[in-house]
């Protein structure tokens, strides 16, 4: 009866879905007794890991007050202070406003651009600009900016037509000279950009790593000269952290890898380290001030999510927060980082079946070489290999990748190379 999300149903005549009874730490526990290693971070937001005793205190002391008030209109203690962290992320007077998801928080920001530039009187800069193999989430808007043809072909009807930014100067890690300098791919880049200006109200990127792209990892220094030329024509930089806020890269936000400020930064995932729907969109108090005004006069940005702000959501972000700075995660992650990226190579130099192997803070990948795909979803059978073998690999297409919680232990990773090694030989070896 359910109708399980970003699946093909039909697989599971075949591979039944795993019935989870319990999670802990980087672990799954099924109801048949195995243990899987959630090397993906369940969708990419158990920063933390599952069941974190301070965060489960902290819901539980939040239920104990109430668990849902509406946000429009009244603020409680707790969201109060998650705001003031979230607004303390980037320089300058910020502003939070919160949804429901990742989604949400791209759509609210896109919302926000193009009502923006109306109220500015610019009326005729009304479209978006991305970039290739760039994923923005599941919305309409947010497809129509995305550049992942499986998941928008279907509905091209329901979204607008954007242009995408391609020639992406793509690279393994910041180490790679072109991490710091992109100076050479930068003209062709720019003209496309010059075509665009006169109708753009905003630039939307996942900032140096793309998700679902593949994890794609692409220069810093593209980065900065985008900031650079976006704020010289009057142009909103949106910067979608969902996948790669909160130290997932290496720094408090990825954008922190170019020293960049955008003027919309759309936060999920990692936001409340996976314990309940929440999303939020941090702007500039510039943009946050056209929309001050009397009530009526075409400056009231009216988006409204039912659990905007909910105070069991609240609770569990505000505690991640304070993990993040009490555990030192920052420094774990420094750590751990060529850890992670050393046994990705090491999987790669083992199997001789891997390719482009990159990696970036607590991320790491490679792809499948072309000549071992021989058959169609090869990404998939080793997904499926891996699960018996005890870690839910999911790959993206061909691309294996690990993005597990940031603060697994080395052991475990060691644990999760046997297994990833052993899934690739035993299925393509």
């Given at each position: 009866?359910?109708?399980?999300?970003?699946?093909?149903?039909?697989?599971?005549?075949?591979?039944?879905?795993?019935?989870?009874?319990?999670?802990?730490?980087?672990?799954?526990?099924?109801?048949?007794?195995?243990?899987?290693?959630?090397?993906?971070?369940?969708?990419?937001?158990?920063?933390?890991?599952?069941?974190?005793?301070?965060?489960?205190?902290?819901?539980?002391?939040?239920?104990?007050?109430?668990?849902?008030?509406?946000?429009?209109?009244?603020?409680?203690?707790?969201?109060?202070?998650?705001?003031?962290?979230?607004?303390?992320?980037?320089?300058?007077?910020?502003?939070?406003?919160?949804?429901?998801?990742?989604?949400?928080?791209?759509?609210?920001?896109?919302?926000?651009?193009?009502?923006?530039?109306?109220?500015?009187?610019?009326?005729?800069?009304?479209?978006?600009?991305?970039?290739?193999?760039?994923?923005?989430?599941?919305?309409?808007?947010?497809?129509?900016?995305?550049?992942?043809?499986?998941?928008?072909?279907?509905?091209?009807?329901?979204?607008?037509?954007?242009?995408?930014?391609?020639?992406?100067?793509?690279?393994?890690?910041?180490?790679?000279?072109?991490?710091?300098?992109?100076?050479?791919?930068?003209?062709?880049?720019?003209?496309?950009?010059?075509?665009?200006?006169?109708?753009?109200?905003?630039?939307?990127?996942?900032?140096?790593?793309?998700?679902?792209?593949?994890?794609?990892?692409?220069?810093?220094?593209?980065?900065?000269?985008?900031?650079?030329?976006?704020?010289?024509?009057?142009?909103?930089?949106?910067?979608?952290?969902?996948?790669?806020?909160?130290?997932?890269?290496?720094?408090?936000?990825?954008?922190?890898?170019?020293?960049?400020?955008?003027?919309?930064?759309?936060?999920?995932?990692?936001?409340?380290?996976?314990?309940?729907?929440?999303?939020?969109?941090?702007?500039?108090?510039?943009?946050?001030?056209?929309?001050?005004?009397?009530?009526?006069?075409?400056?009231?940005?009216?988006?409204?999510?039912?659990?905007?702000?909910?105070?069991?959501?609240?609770?569990?972000?505000?505690?991640?927060?304070?993990?993040?700075?009490?555990?030192?995660?920052?420094?774990?992650?420094?750590?751990?980082?060529?850890?992670?990226?050393?046994?990705?190579?090491?999987?790669?130099?083992?199997?001789?079946?891997?390719?482009?192997?990159?990696?970036?803070?607590?991320?790491?990948?490679?792809?499948?070489?072309?000549?071992?795909?021989?058959?169609?979803?090869?990404g998939y059978r080793v997904y499926r290999r891996a699960v018996e073998l005890g870690a839910l690999l999911r790959p993206l297409g061909n691309t294996i990748y690990w993005l597990p919680p940031l603060n697994i232990s080395l052991e475990t990773l060691e644990e999760l190379k046997e297994i990833t090694t052993r899934a690739l030989n035993e299925t393509l070896g």
């Open positions: 009866m359910l109708f399980h999300p970003c699946s093909q149903m039909k697989d599971h005549e075949q591979f039944p879905p795993l019935e989870i009874v319990r999670a802990e730490g980087p672990y799954l526990y099924t109801a048949d007794r195995r243990r899987l290693i959630d090397p993906i971070s369940s969708w990419w937001c158990k920063s933390l890991g599952h069941g974190h005793p301070r965060i489960r205190a902290a819901v539980a002391a939040q239920a104990e007050r109430f668990e849902h008030v509406i946000l429009a209109g009244t603020v409680n203690r707790t969201i109060a202070e998650l705001t003031e962290h979230l607004a303390a992320l980037l320089p300058g007077k910020r502003r939070v406003f919160y949804g429901g998801d990742g989604s949400t928080a791209v759509e609210i920001a896109l919302k926000m651009a193009v009502h923006a530039m109306i109220i500015r009187g610019e009326t005729k800069r009304t479209r978006f600009m991305a970039l290739e193999n760039g994923y923005h989430g599941e919305t309409a808007l947010t497809l129509a900016v995305s550049d992942l043809g499986i998941y928008k072909e279907p509905y091209r009807a329901l979204a607008p037509d954007y242009p995408m930014l391609t020639g992406i100067p793509y690279c393994s890690g910041v180490d790679d000279p072109l991490f710091a300098d992109c100076g050479a791919a930068w003209p062709t880049l720019e003209a496309q950009l010059e075509r665009e200006k006169e109708t753009l109200c905003a630039l939307i990127v996942e900032p140096v790593v793309q998700g679902a792209g593949g994890m794609l990892i692409y220069s810093a220094d593209l980065l900065r000269r985008l900031r650079v030329w976006t704020a010289q024509n009057g142009i909103y930089l949106i910067a979608d952290e969902i996948m790669t806020g909160f130290y997932r890269t290496g720094t408090q936000l990825a954008v922190d890898h170019a020293g960049i400020t955008p003027d919309l930064v759309c936060l999920s995932k990692g936001l409340t380290a996976g314990w309940a729907a929440m999303s939020a969109v941090v702007l500039s108090g510039e943009l946050y001030d056209l929309f001050y005004a009397d009530y009526g006069t075409g400056r009231d940005f009216l988006h409204s999510n039912t659990y905007a702000g909910n105070a069991l959501a609240a609770a569990a972000a505000l505690e991640a927060q304070k993990i993040y700075d009490d555990e030192k995660i920052a420094g774990r992650v420094a750590a751990t980082a060529p850890v992670l990226r050393r046994l990705m190579q090491e999987v790669a130099t083992e199997t001789k079946l891997l390719t482009n192997v990159r990696g970036i803070g607590m991320i790491a990948a490679a792809d499948i070489k072309p000549e071992f795909i021989k058959a169609p979803r090869t």
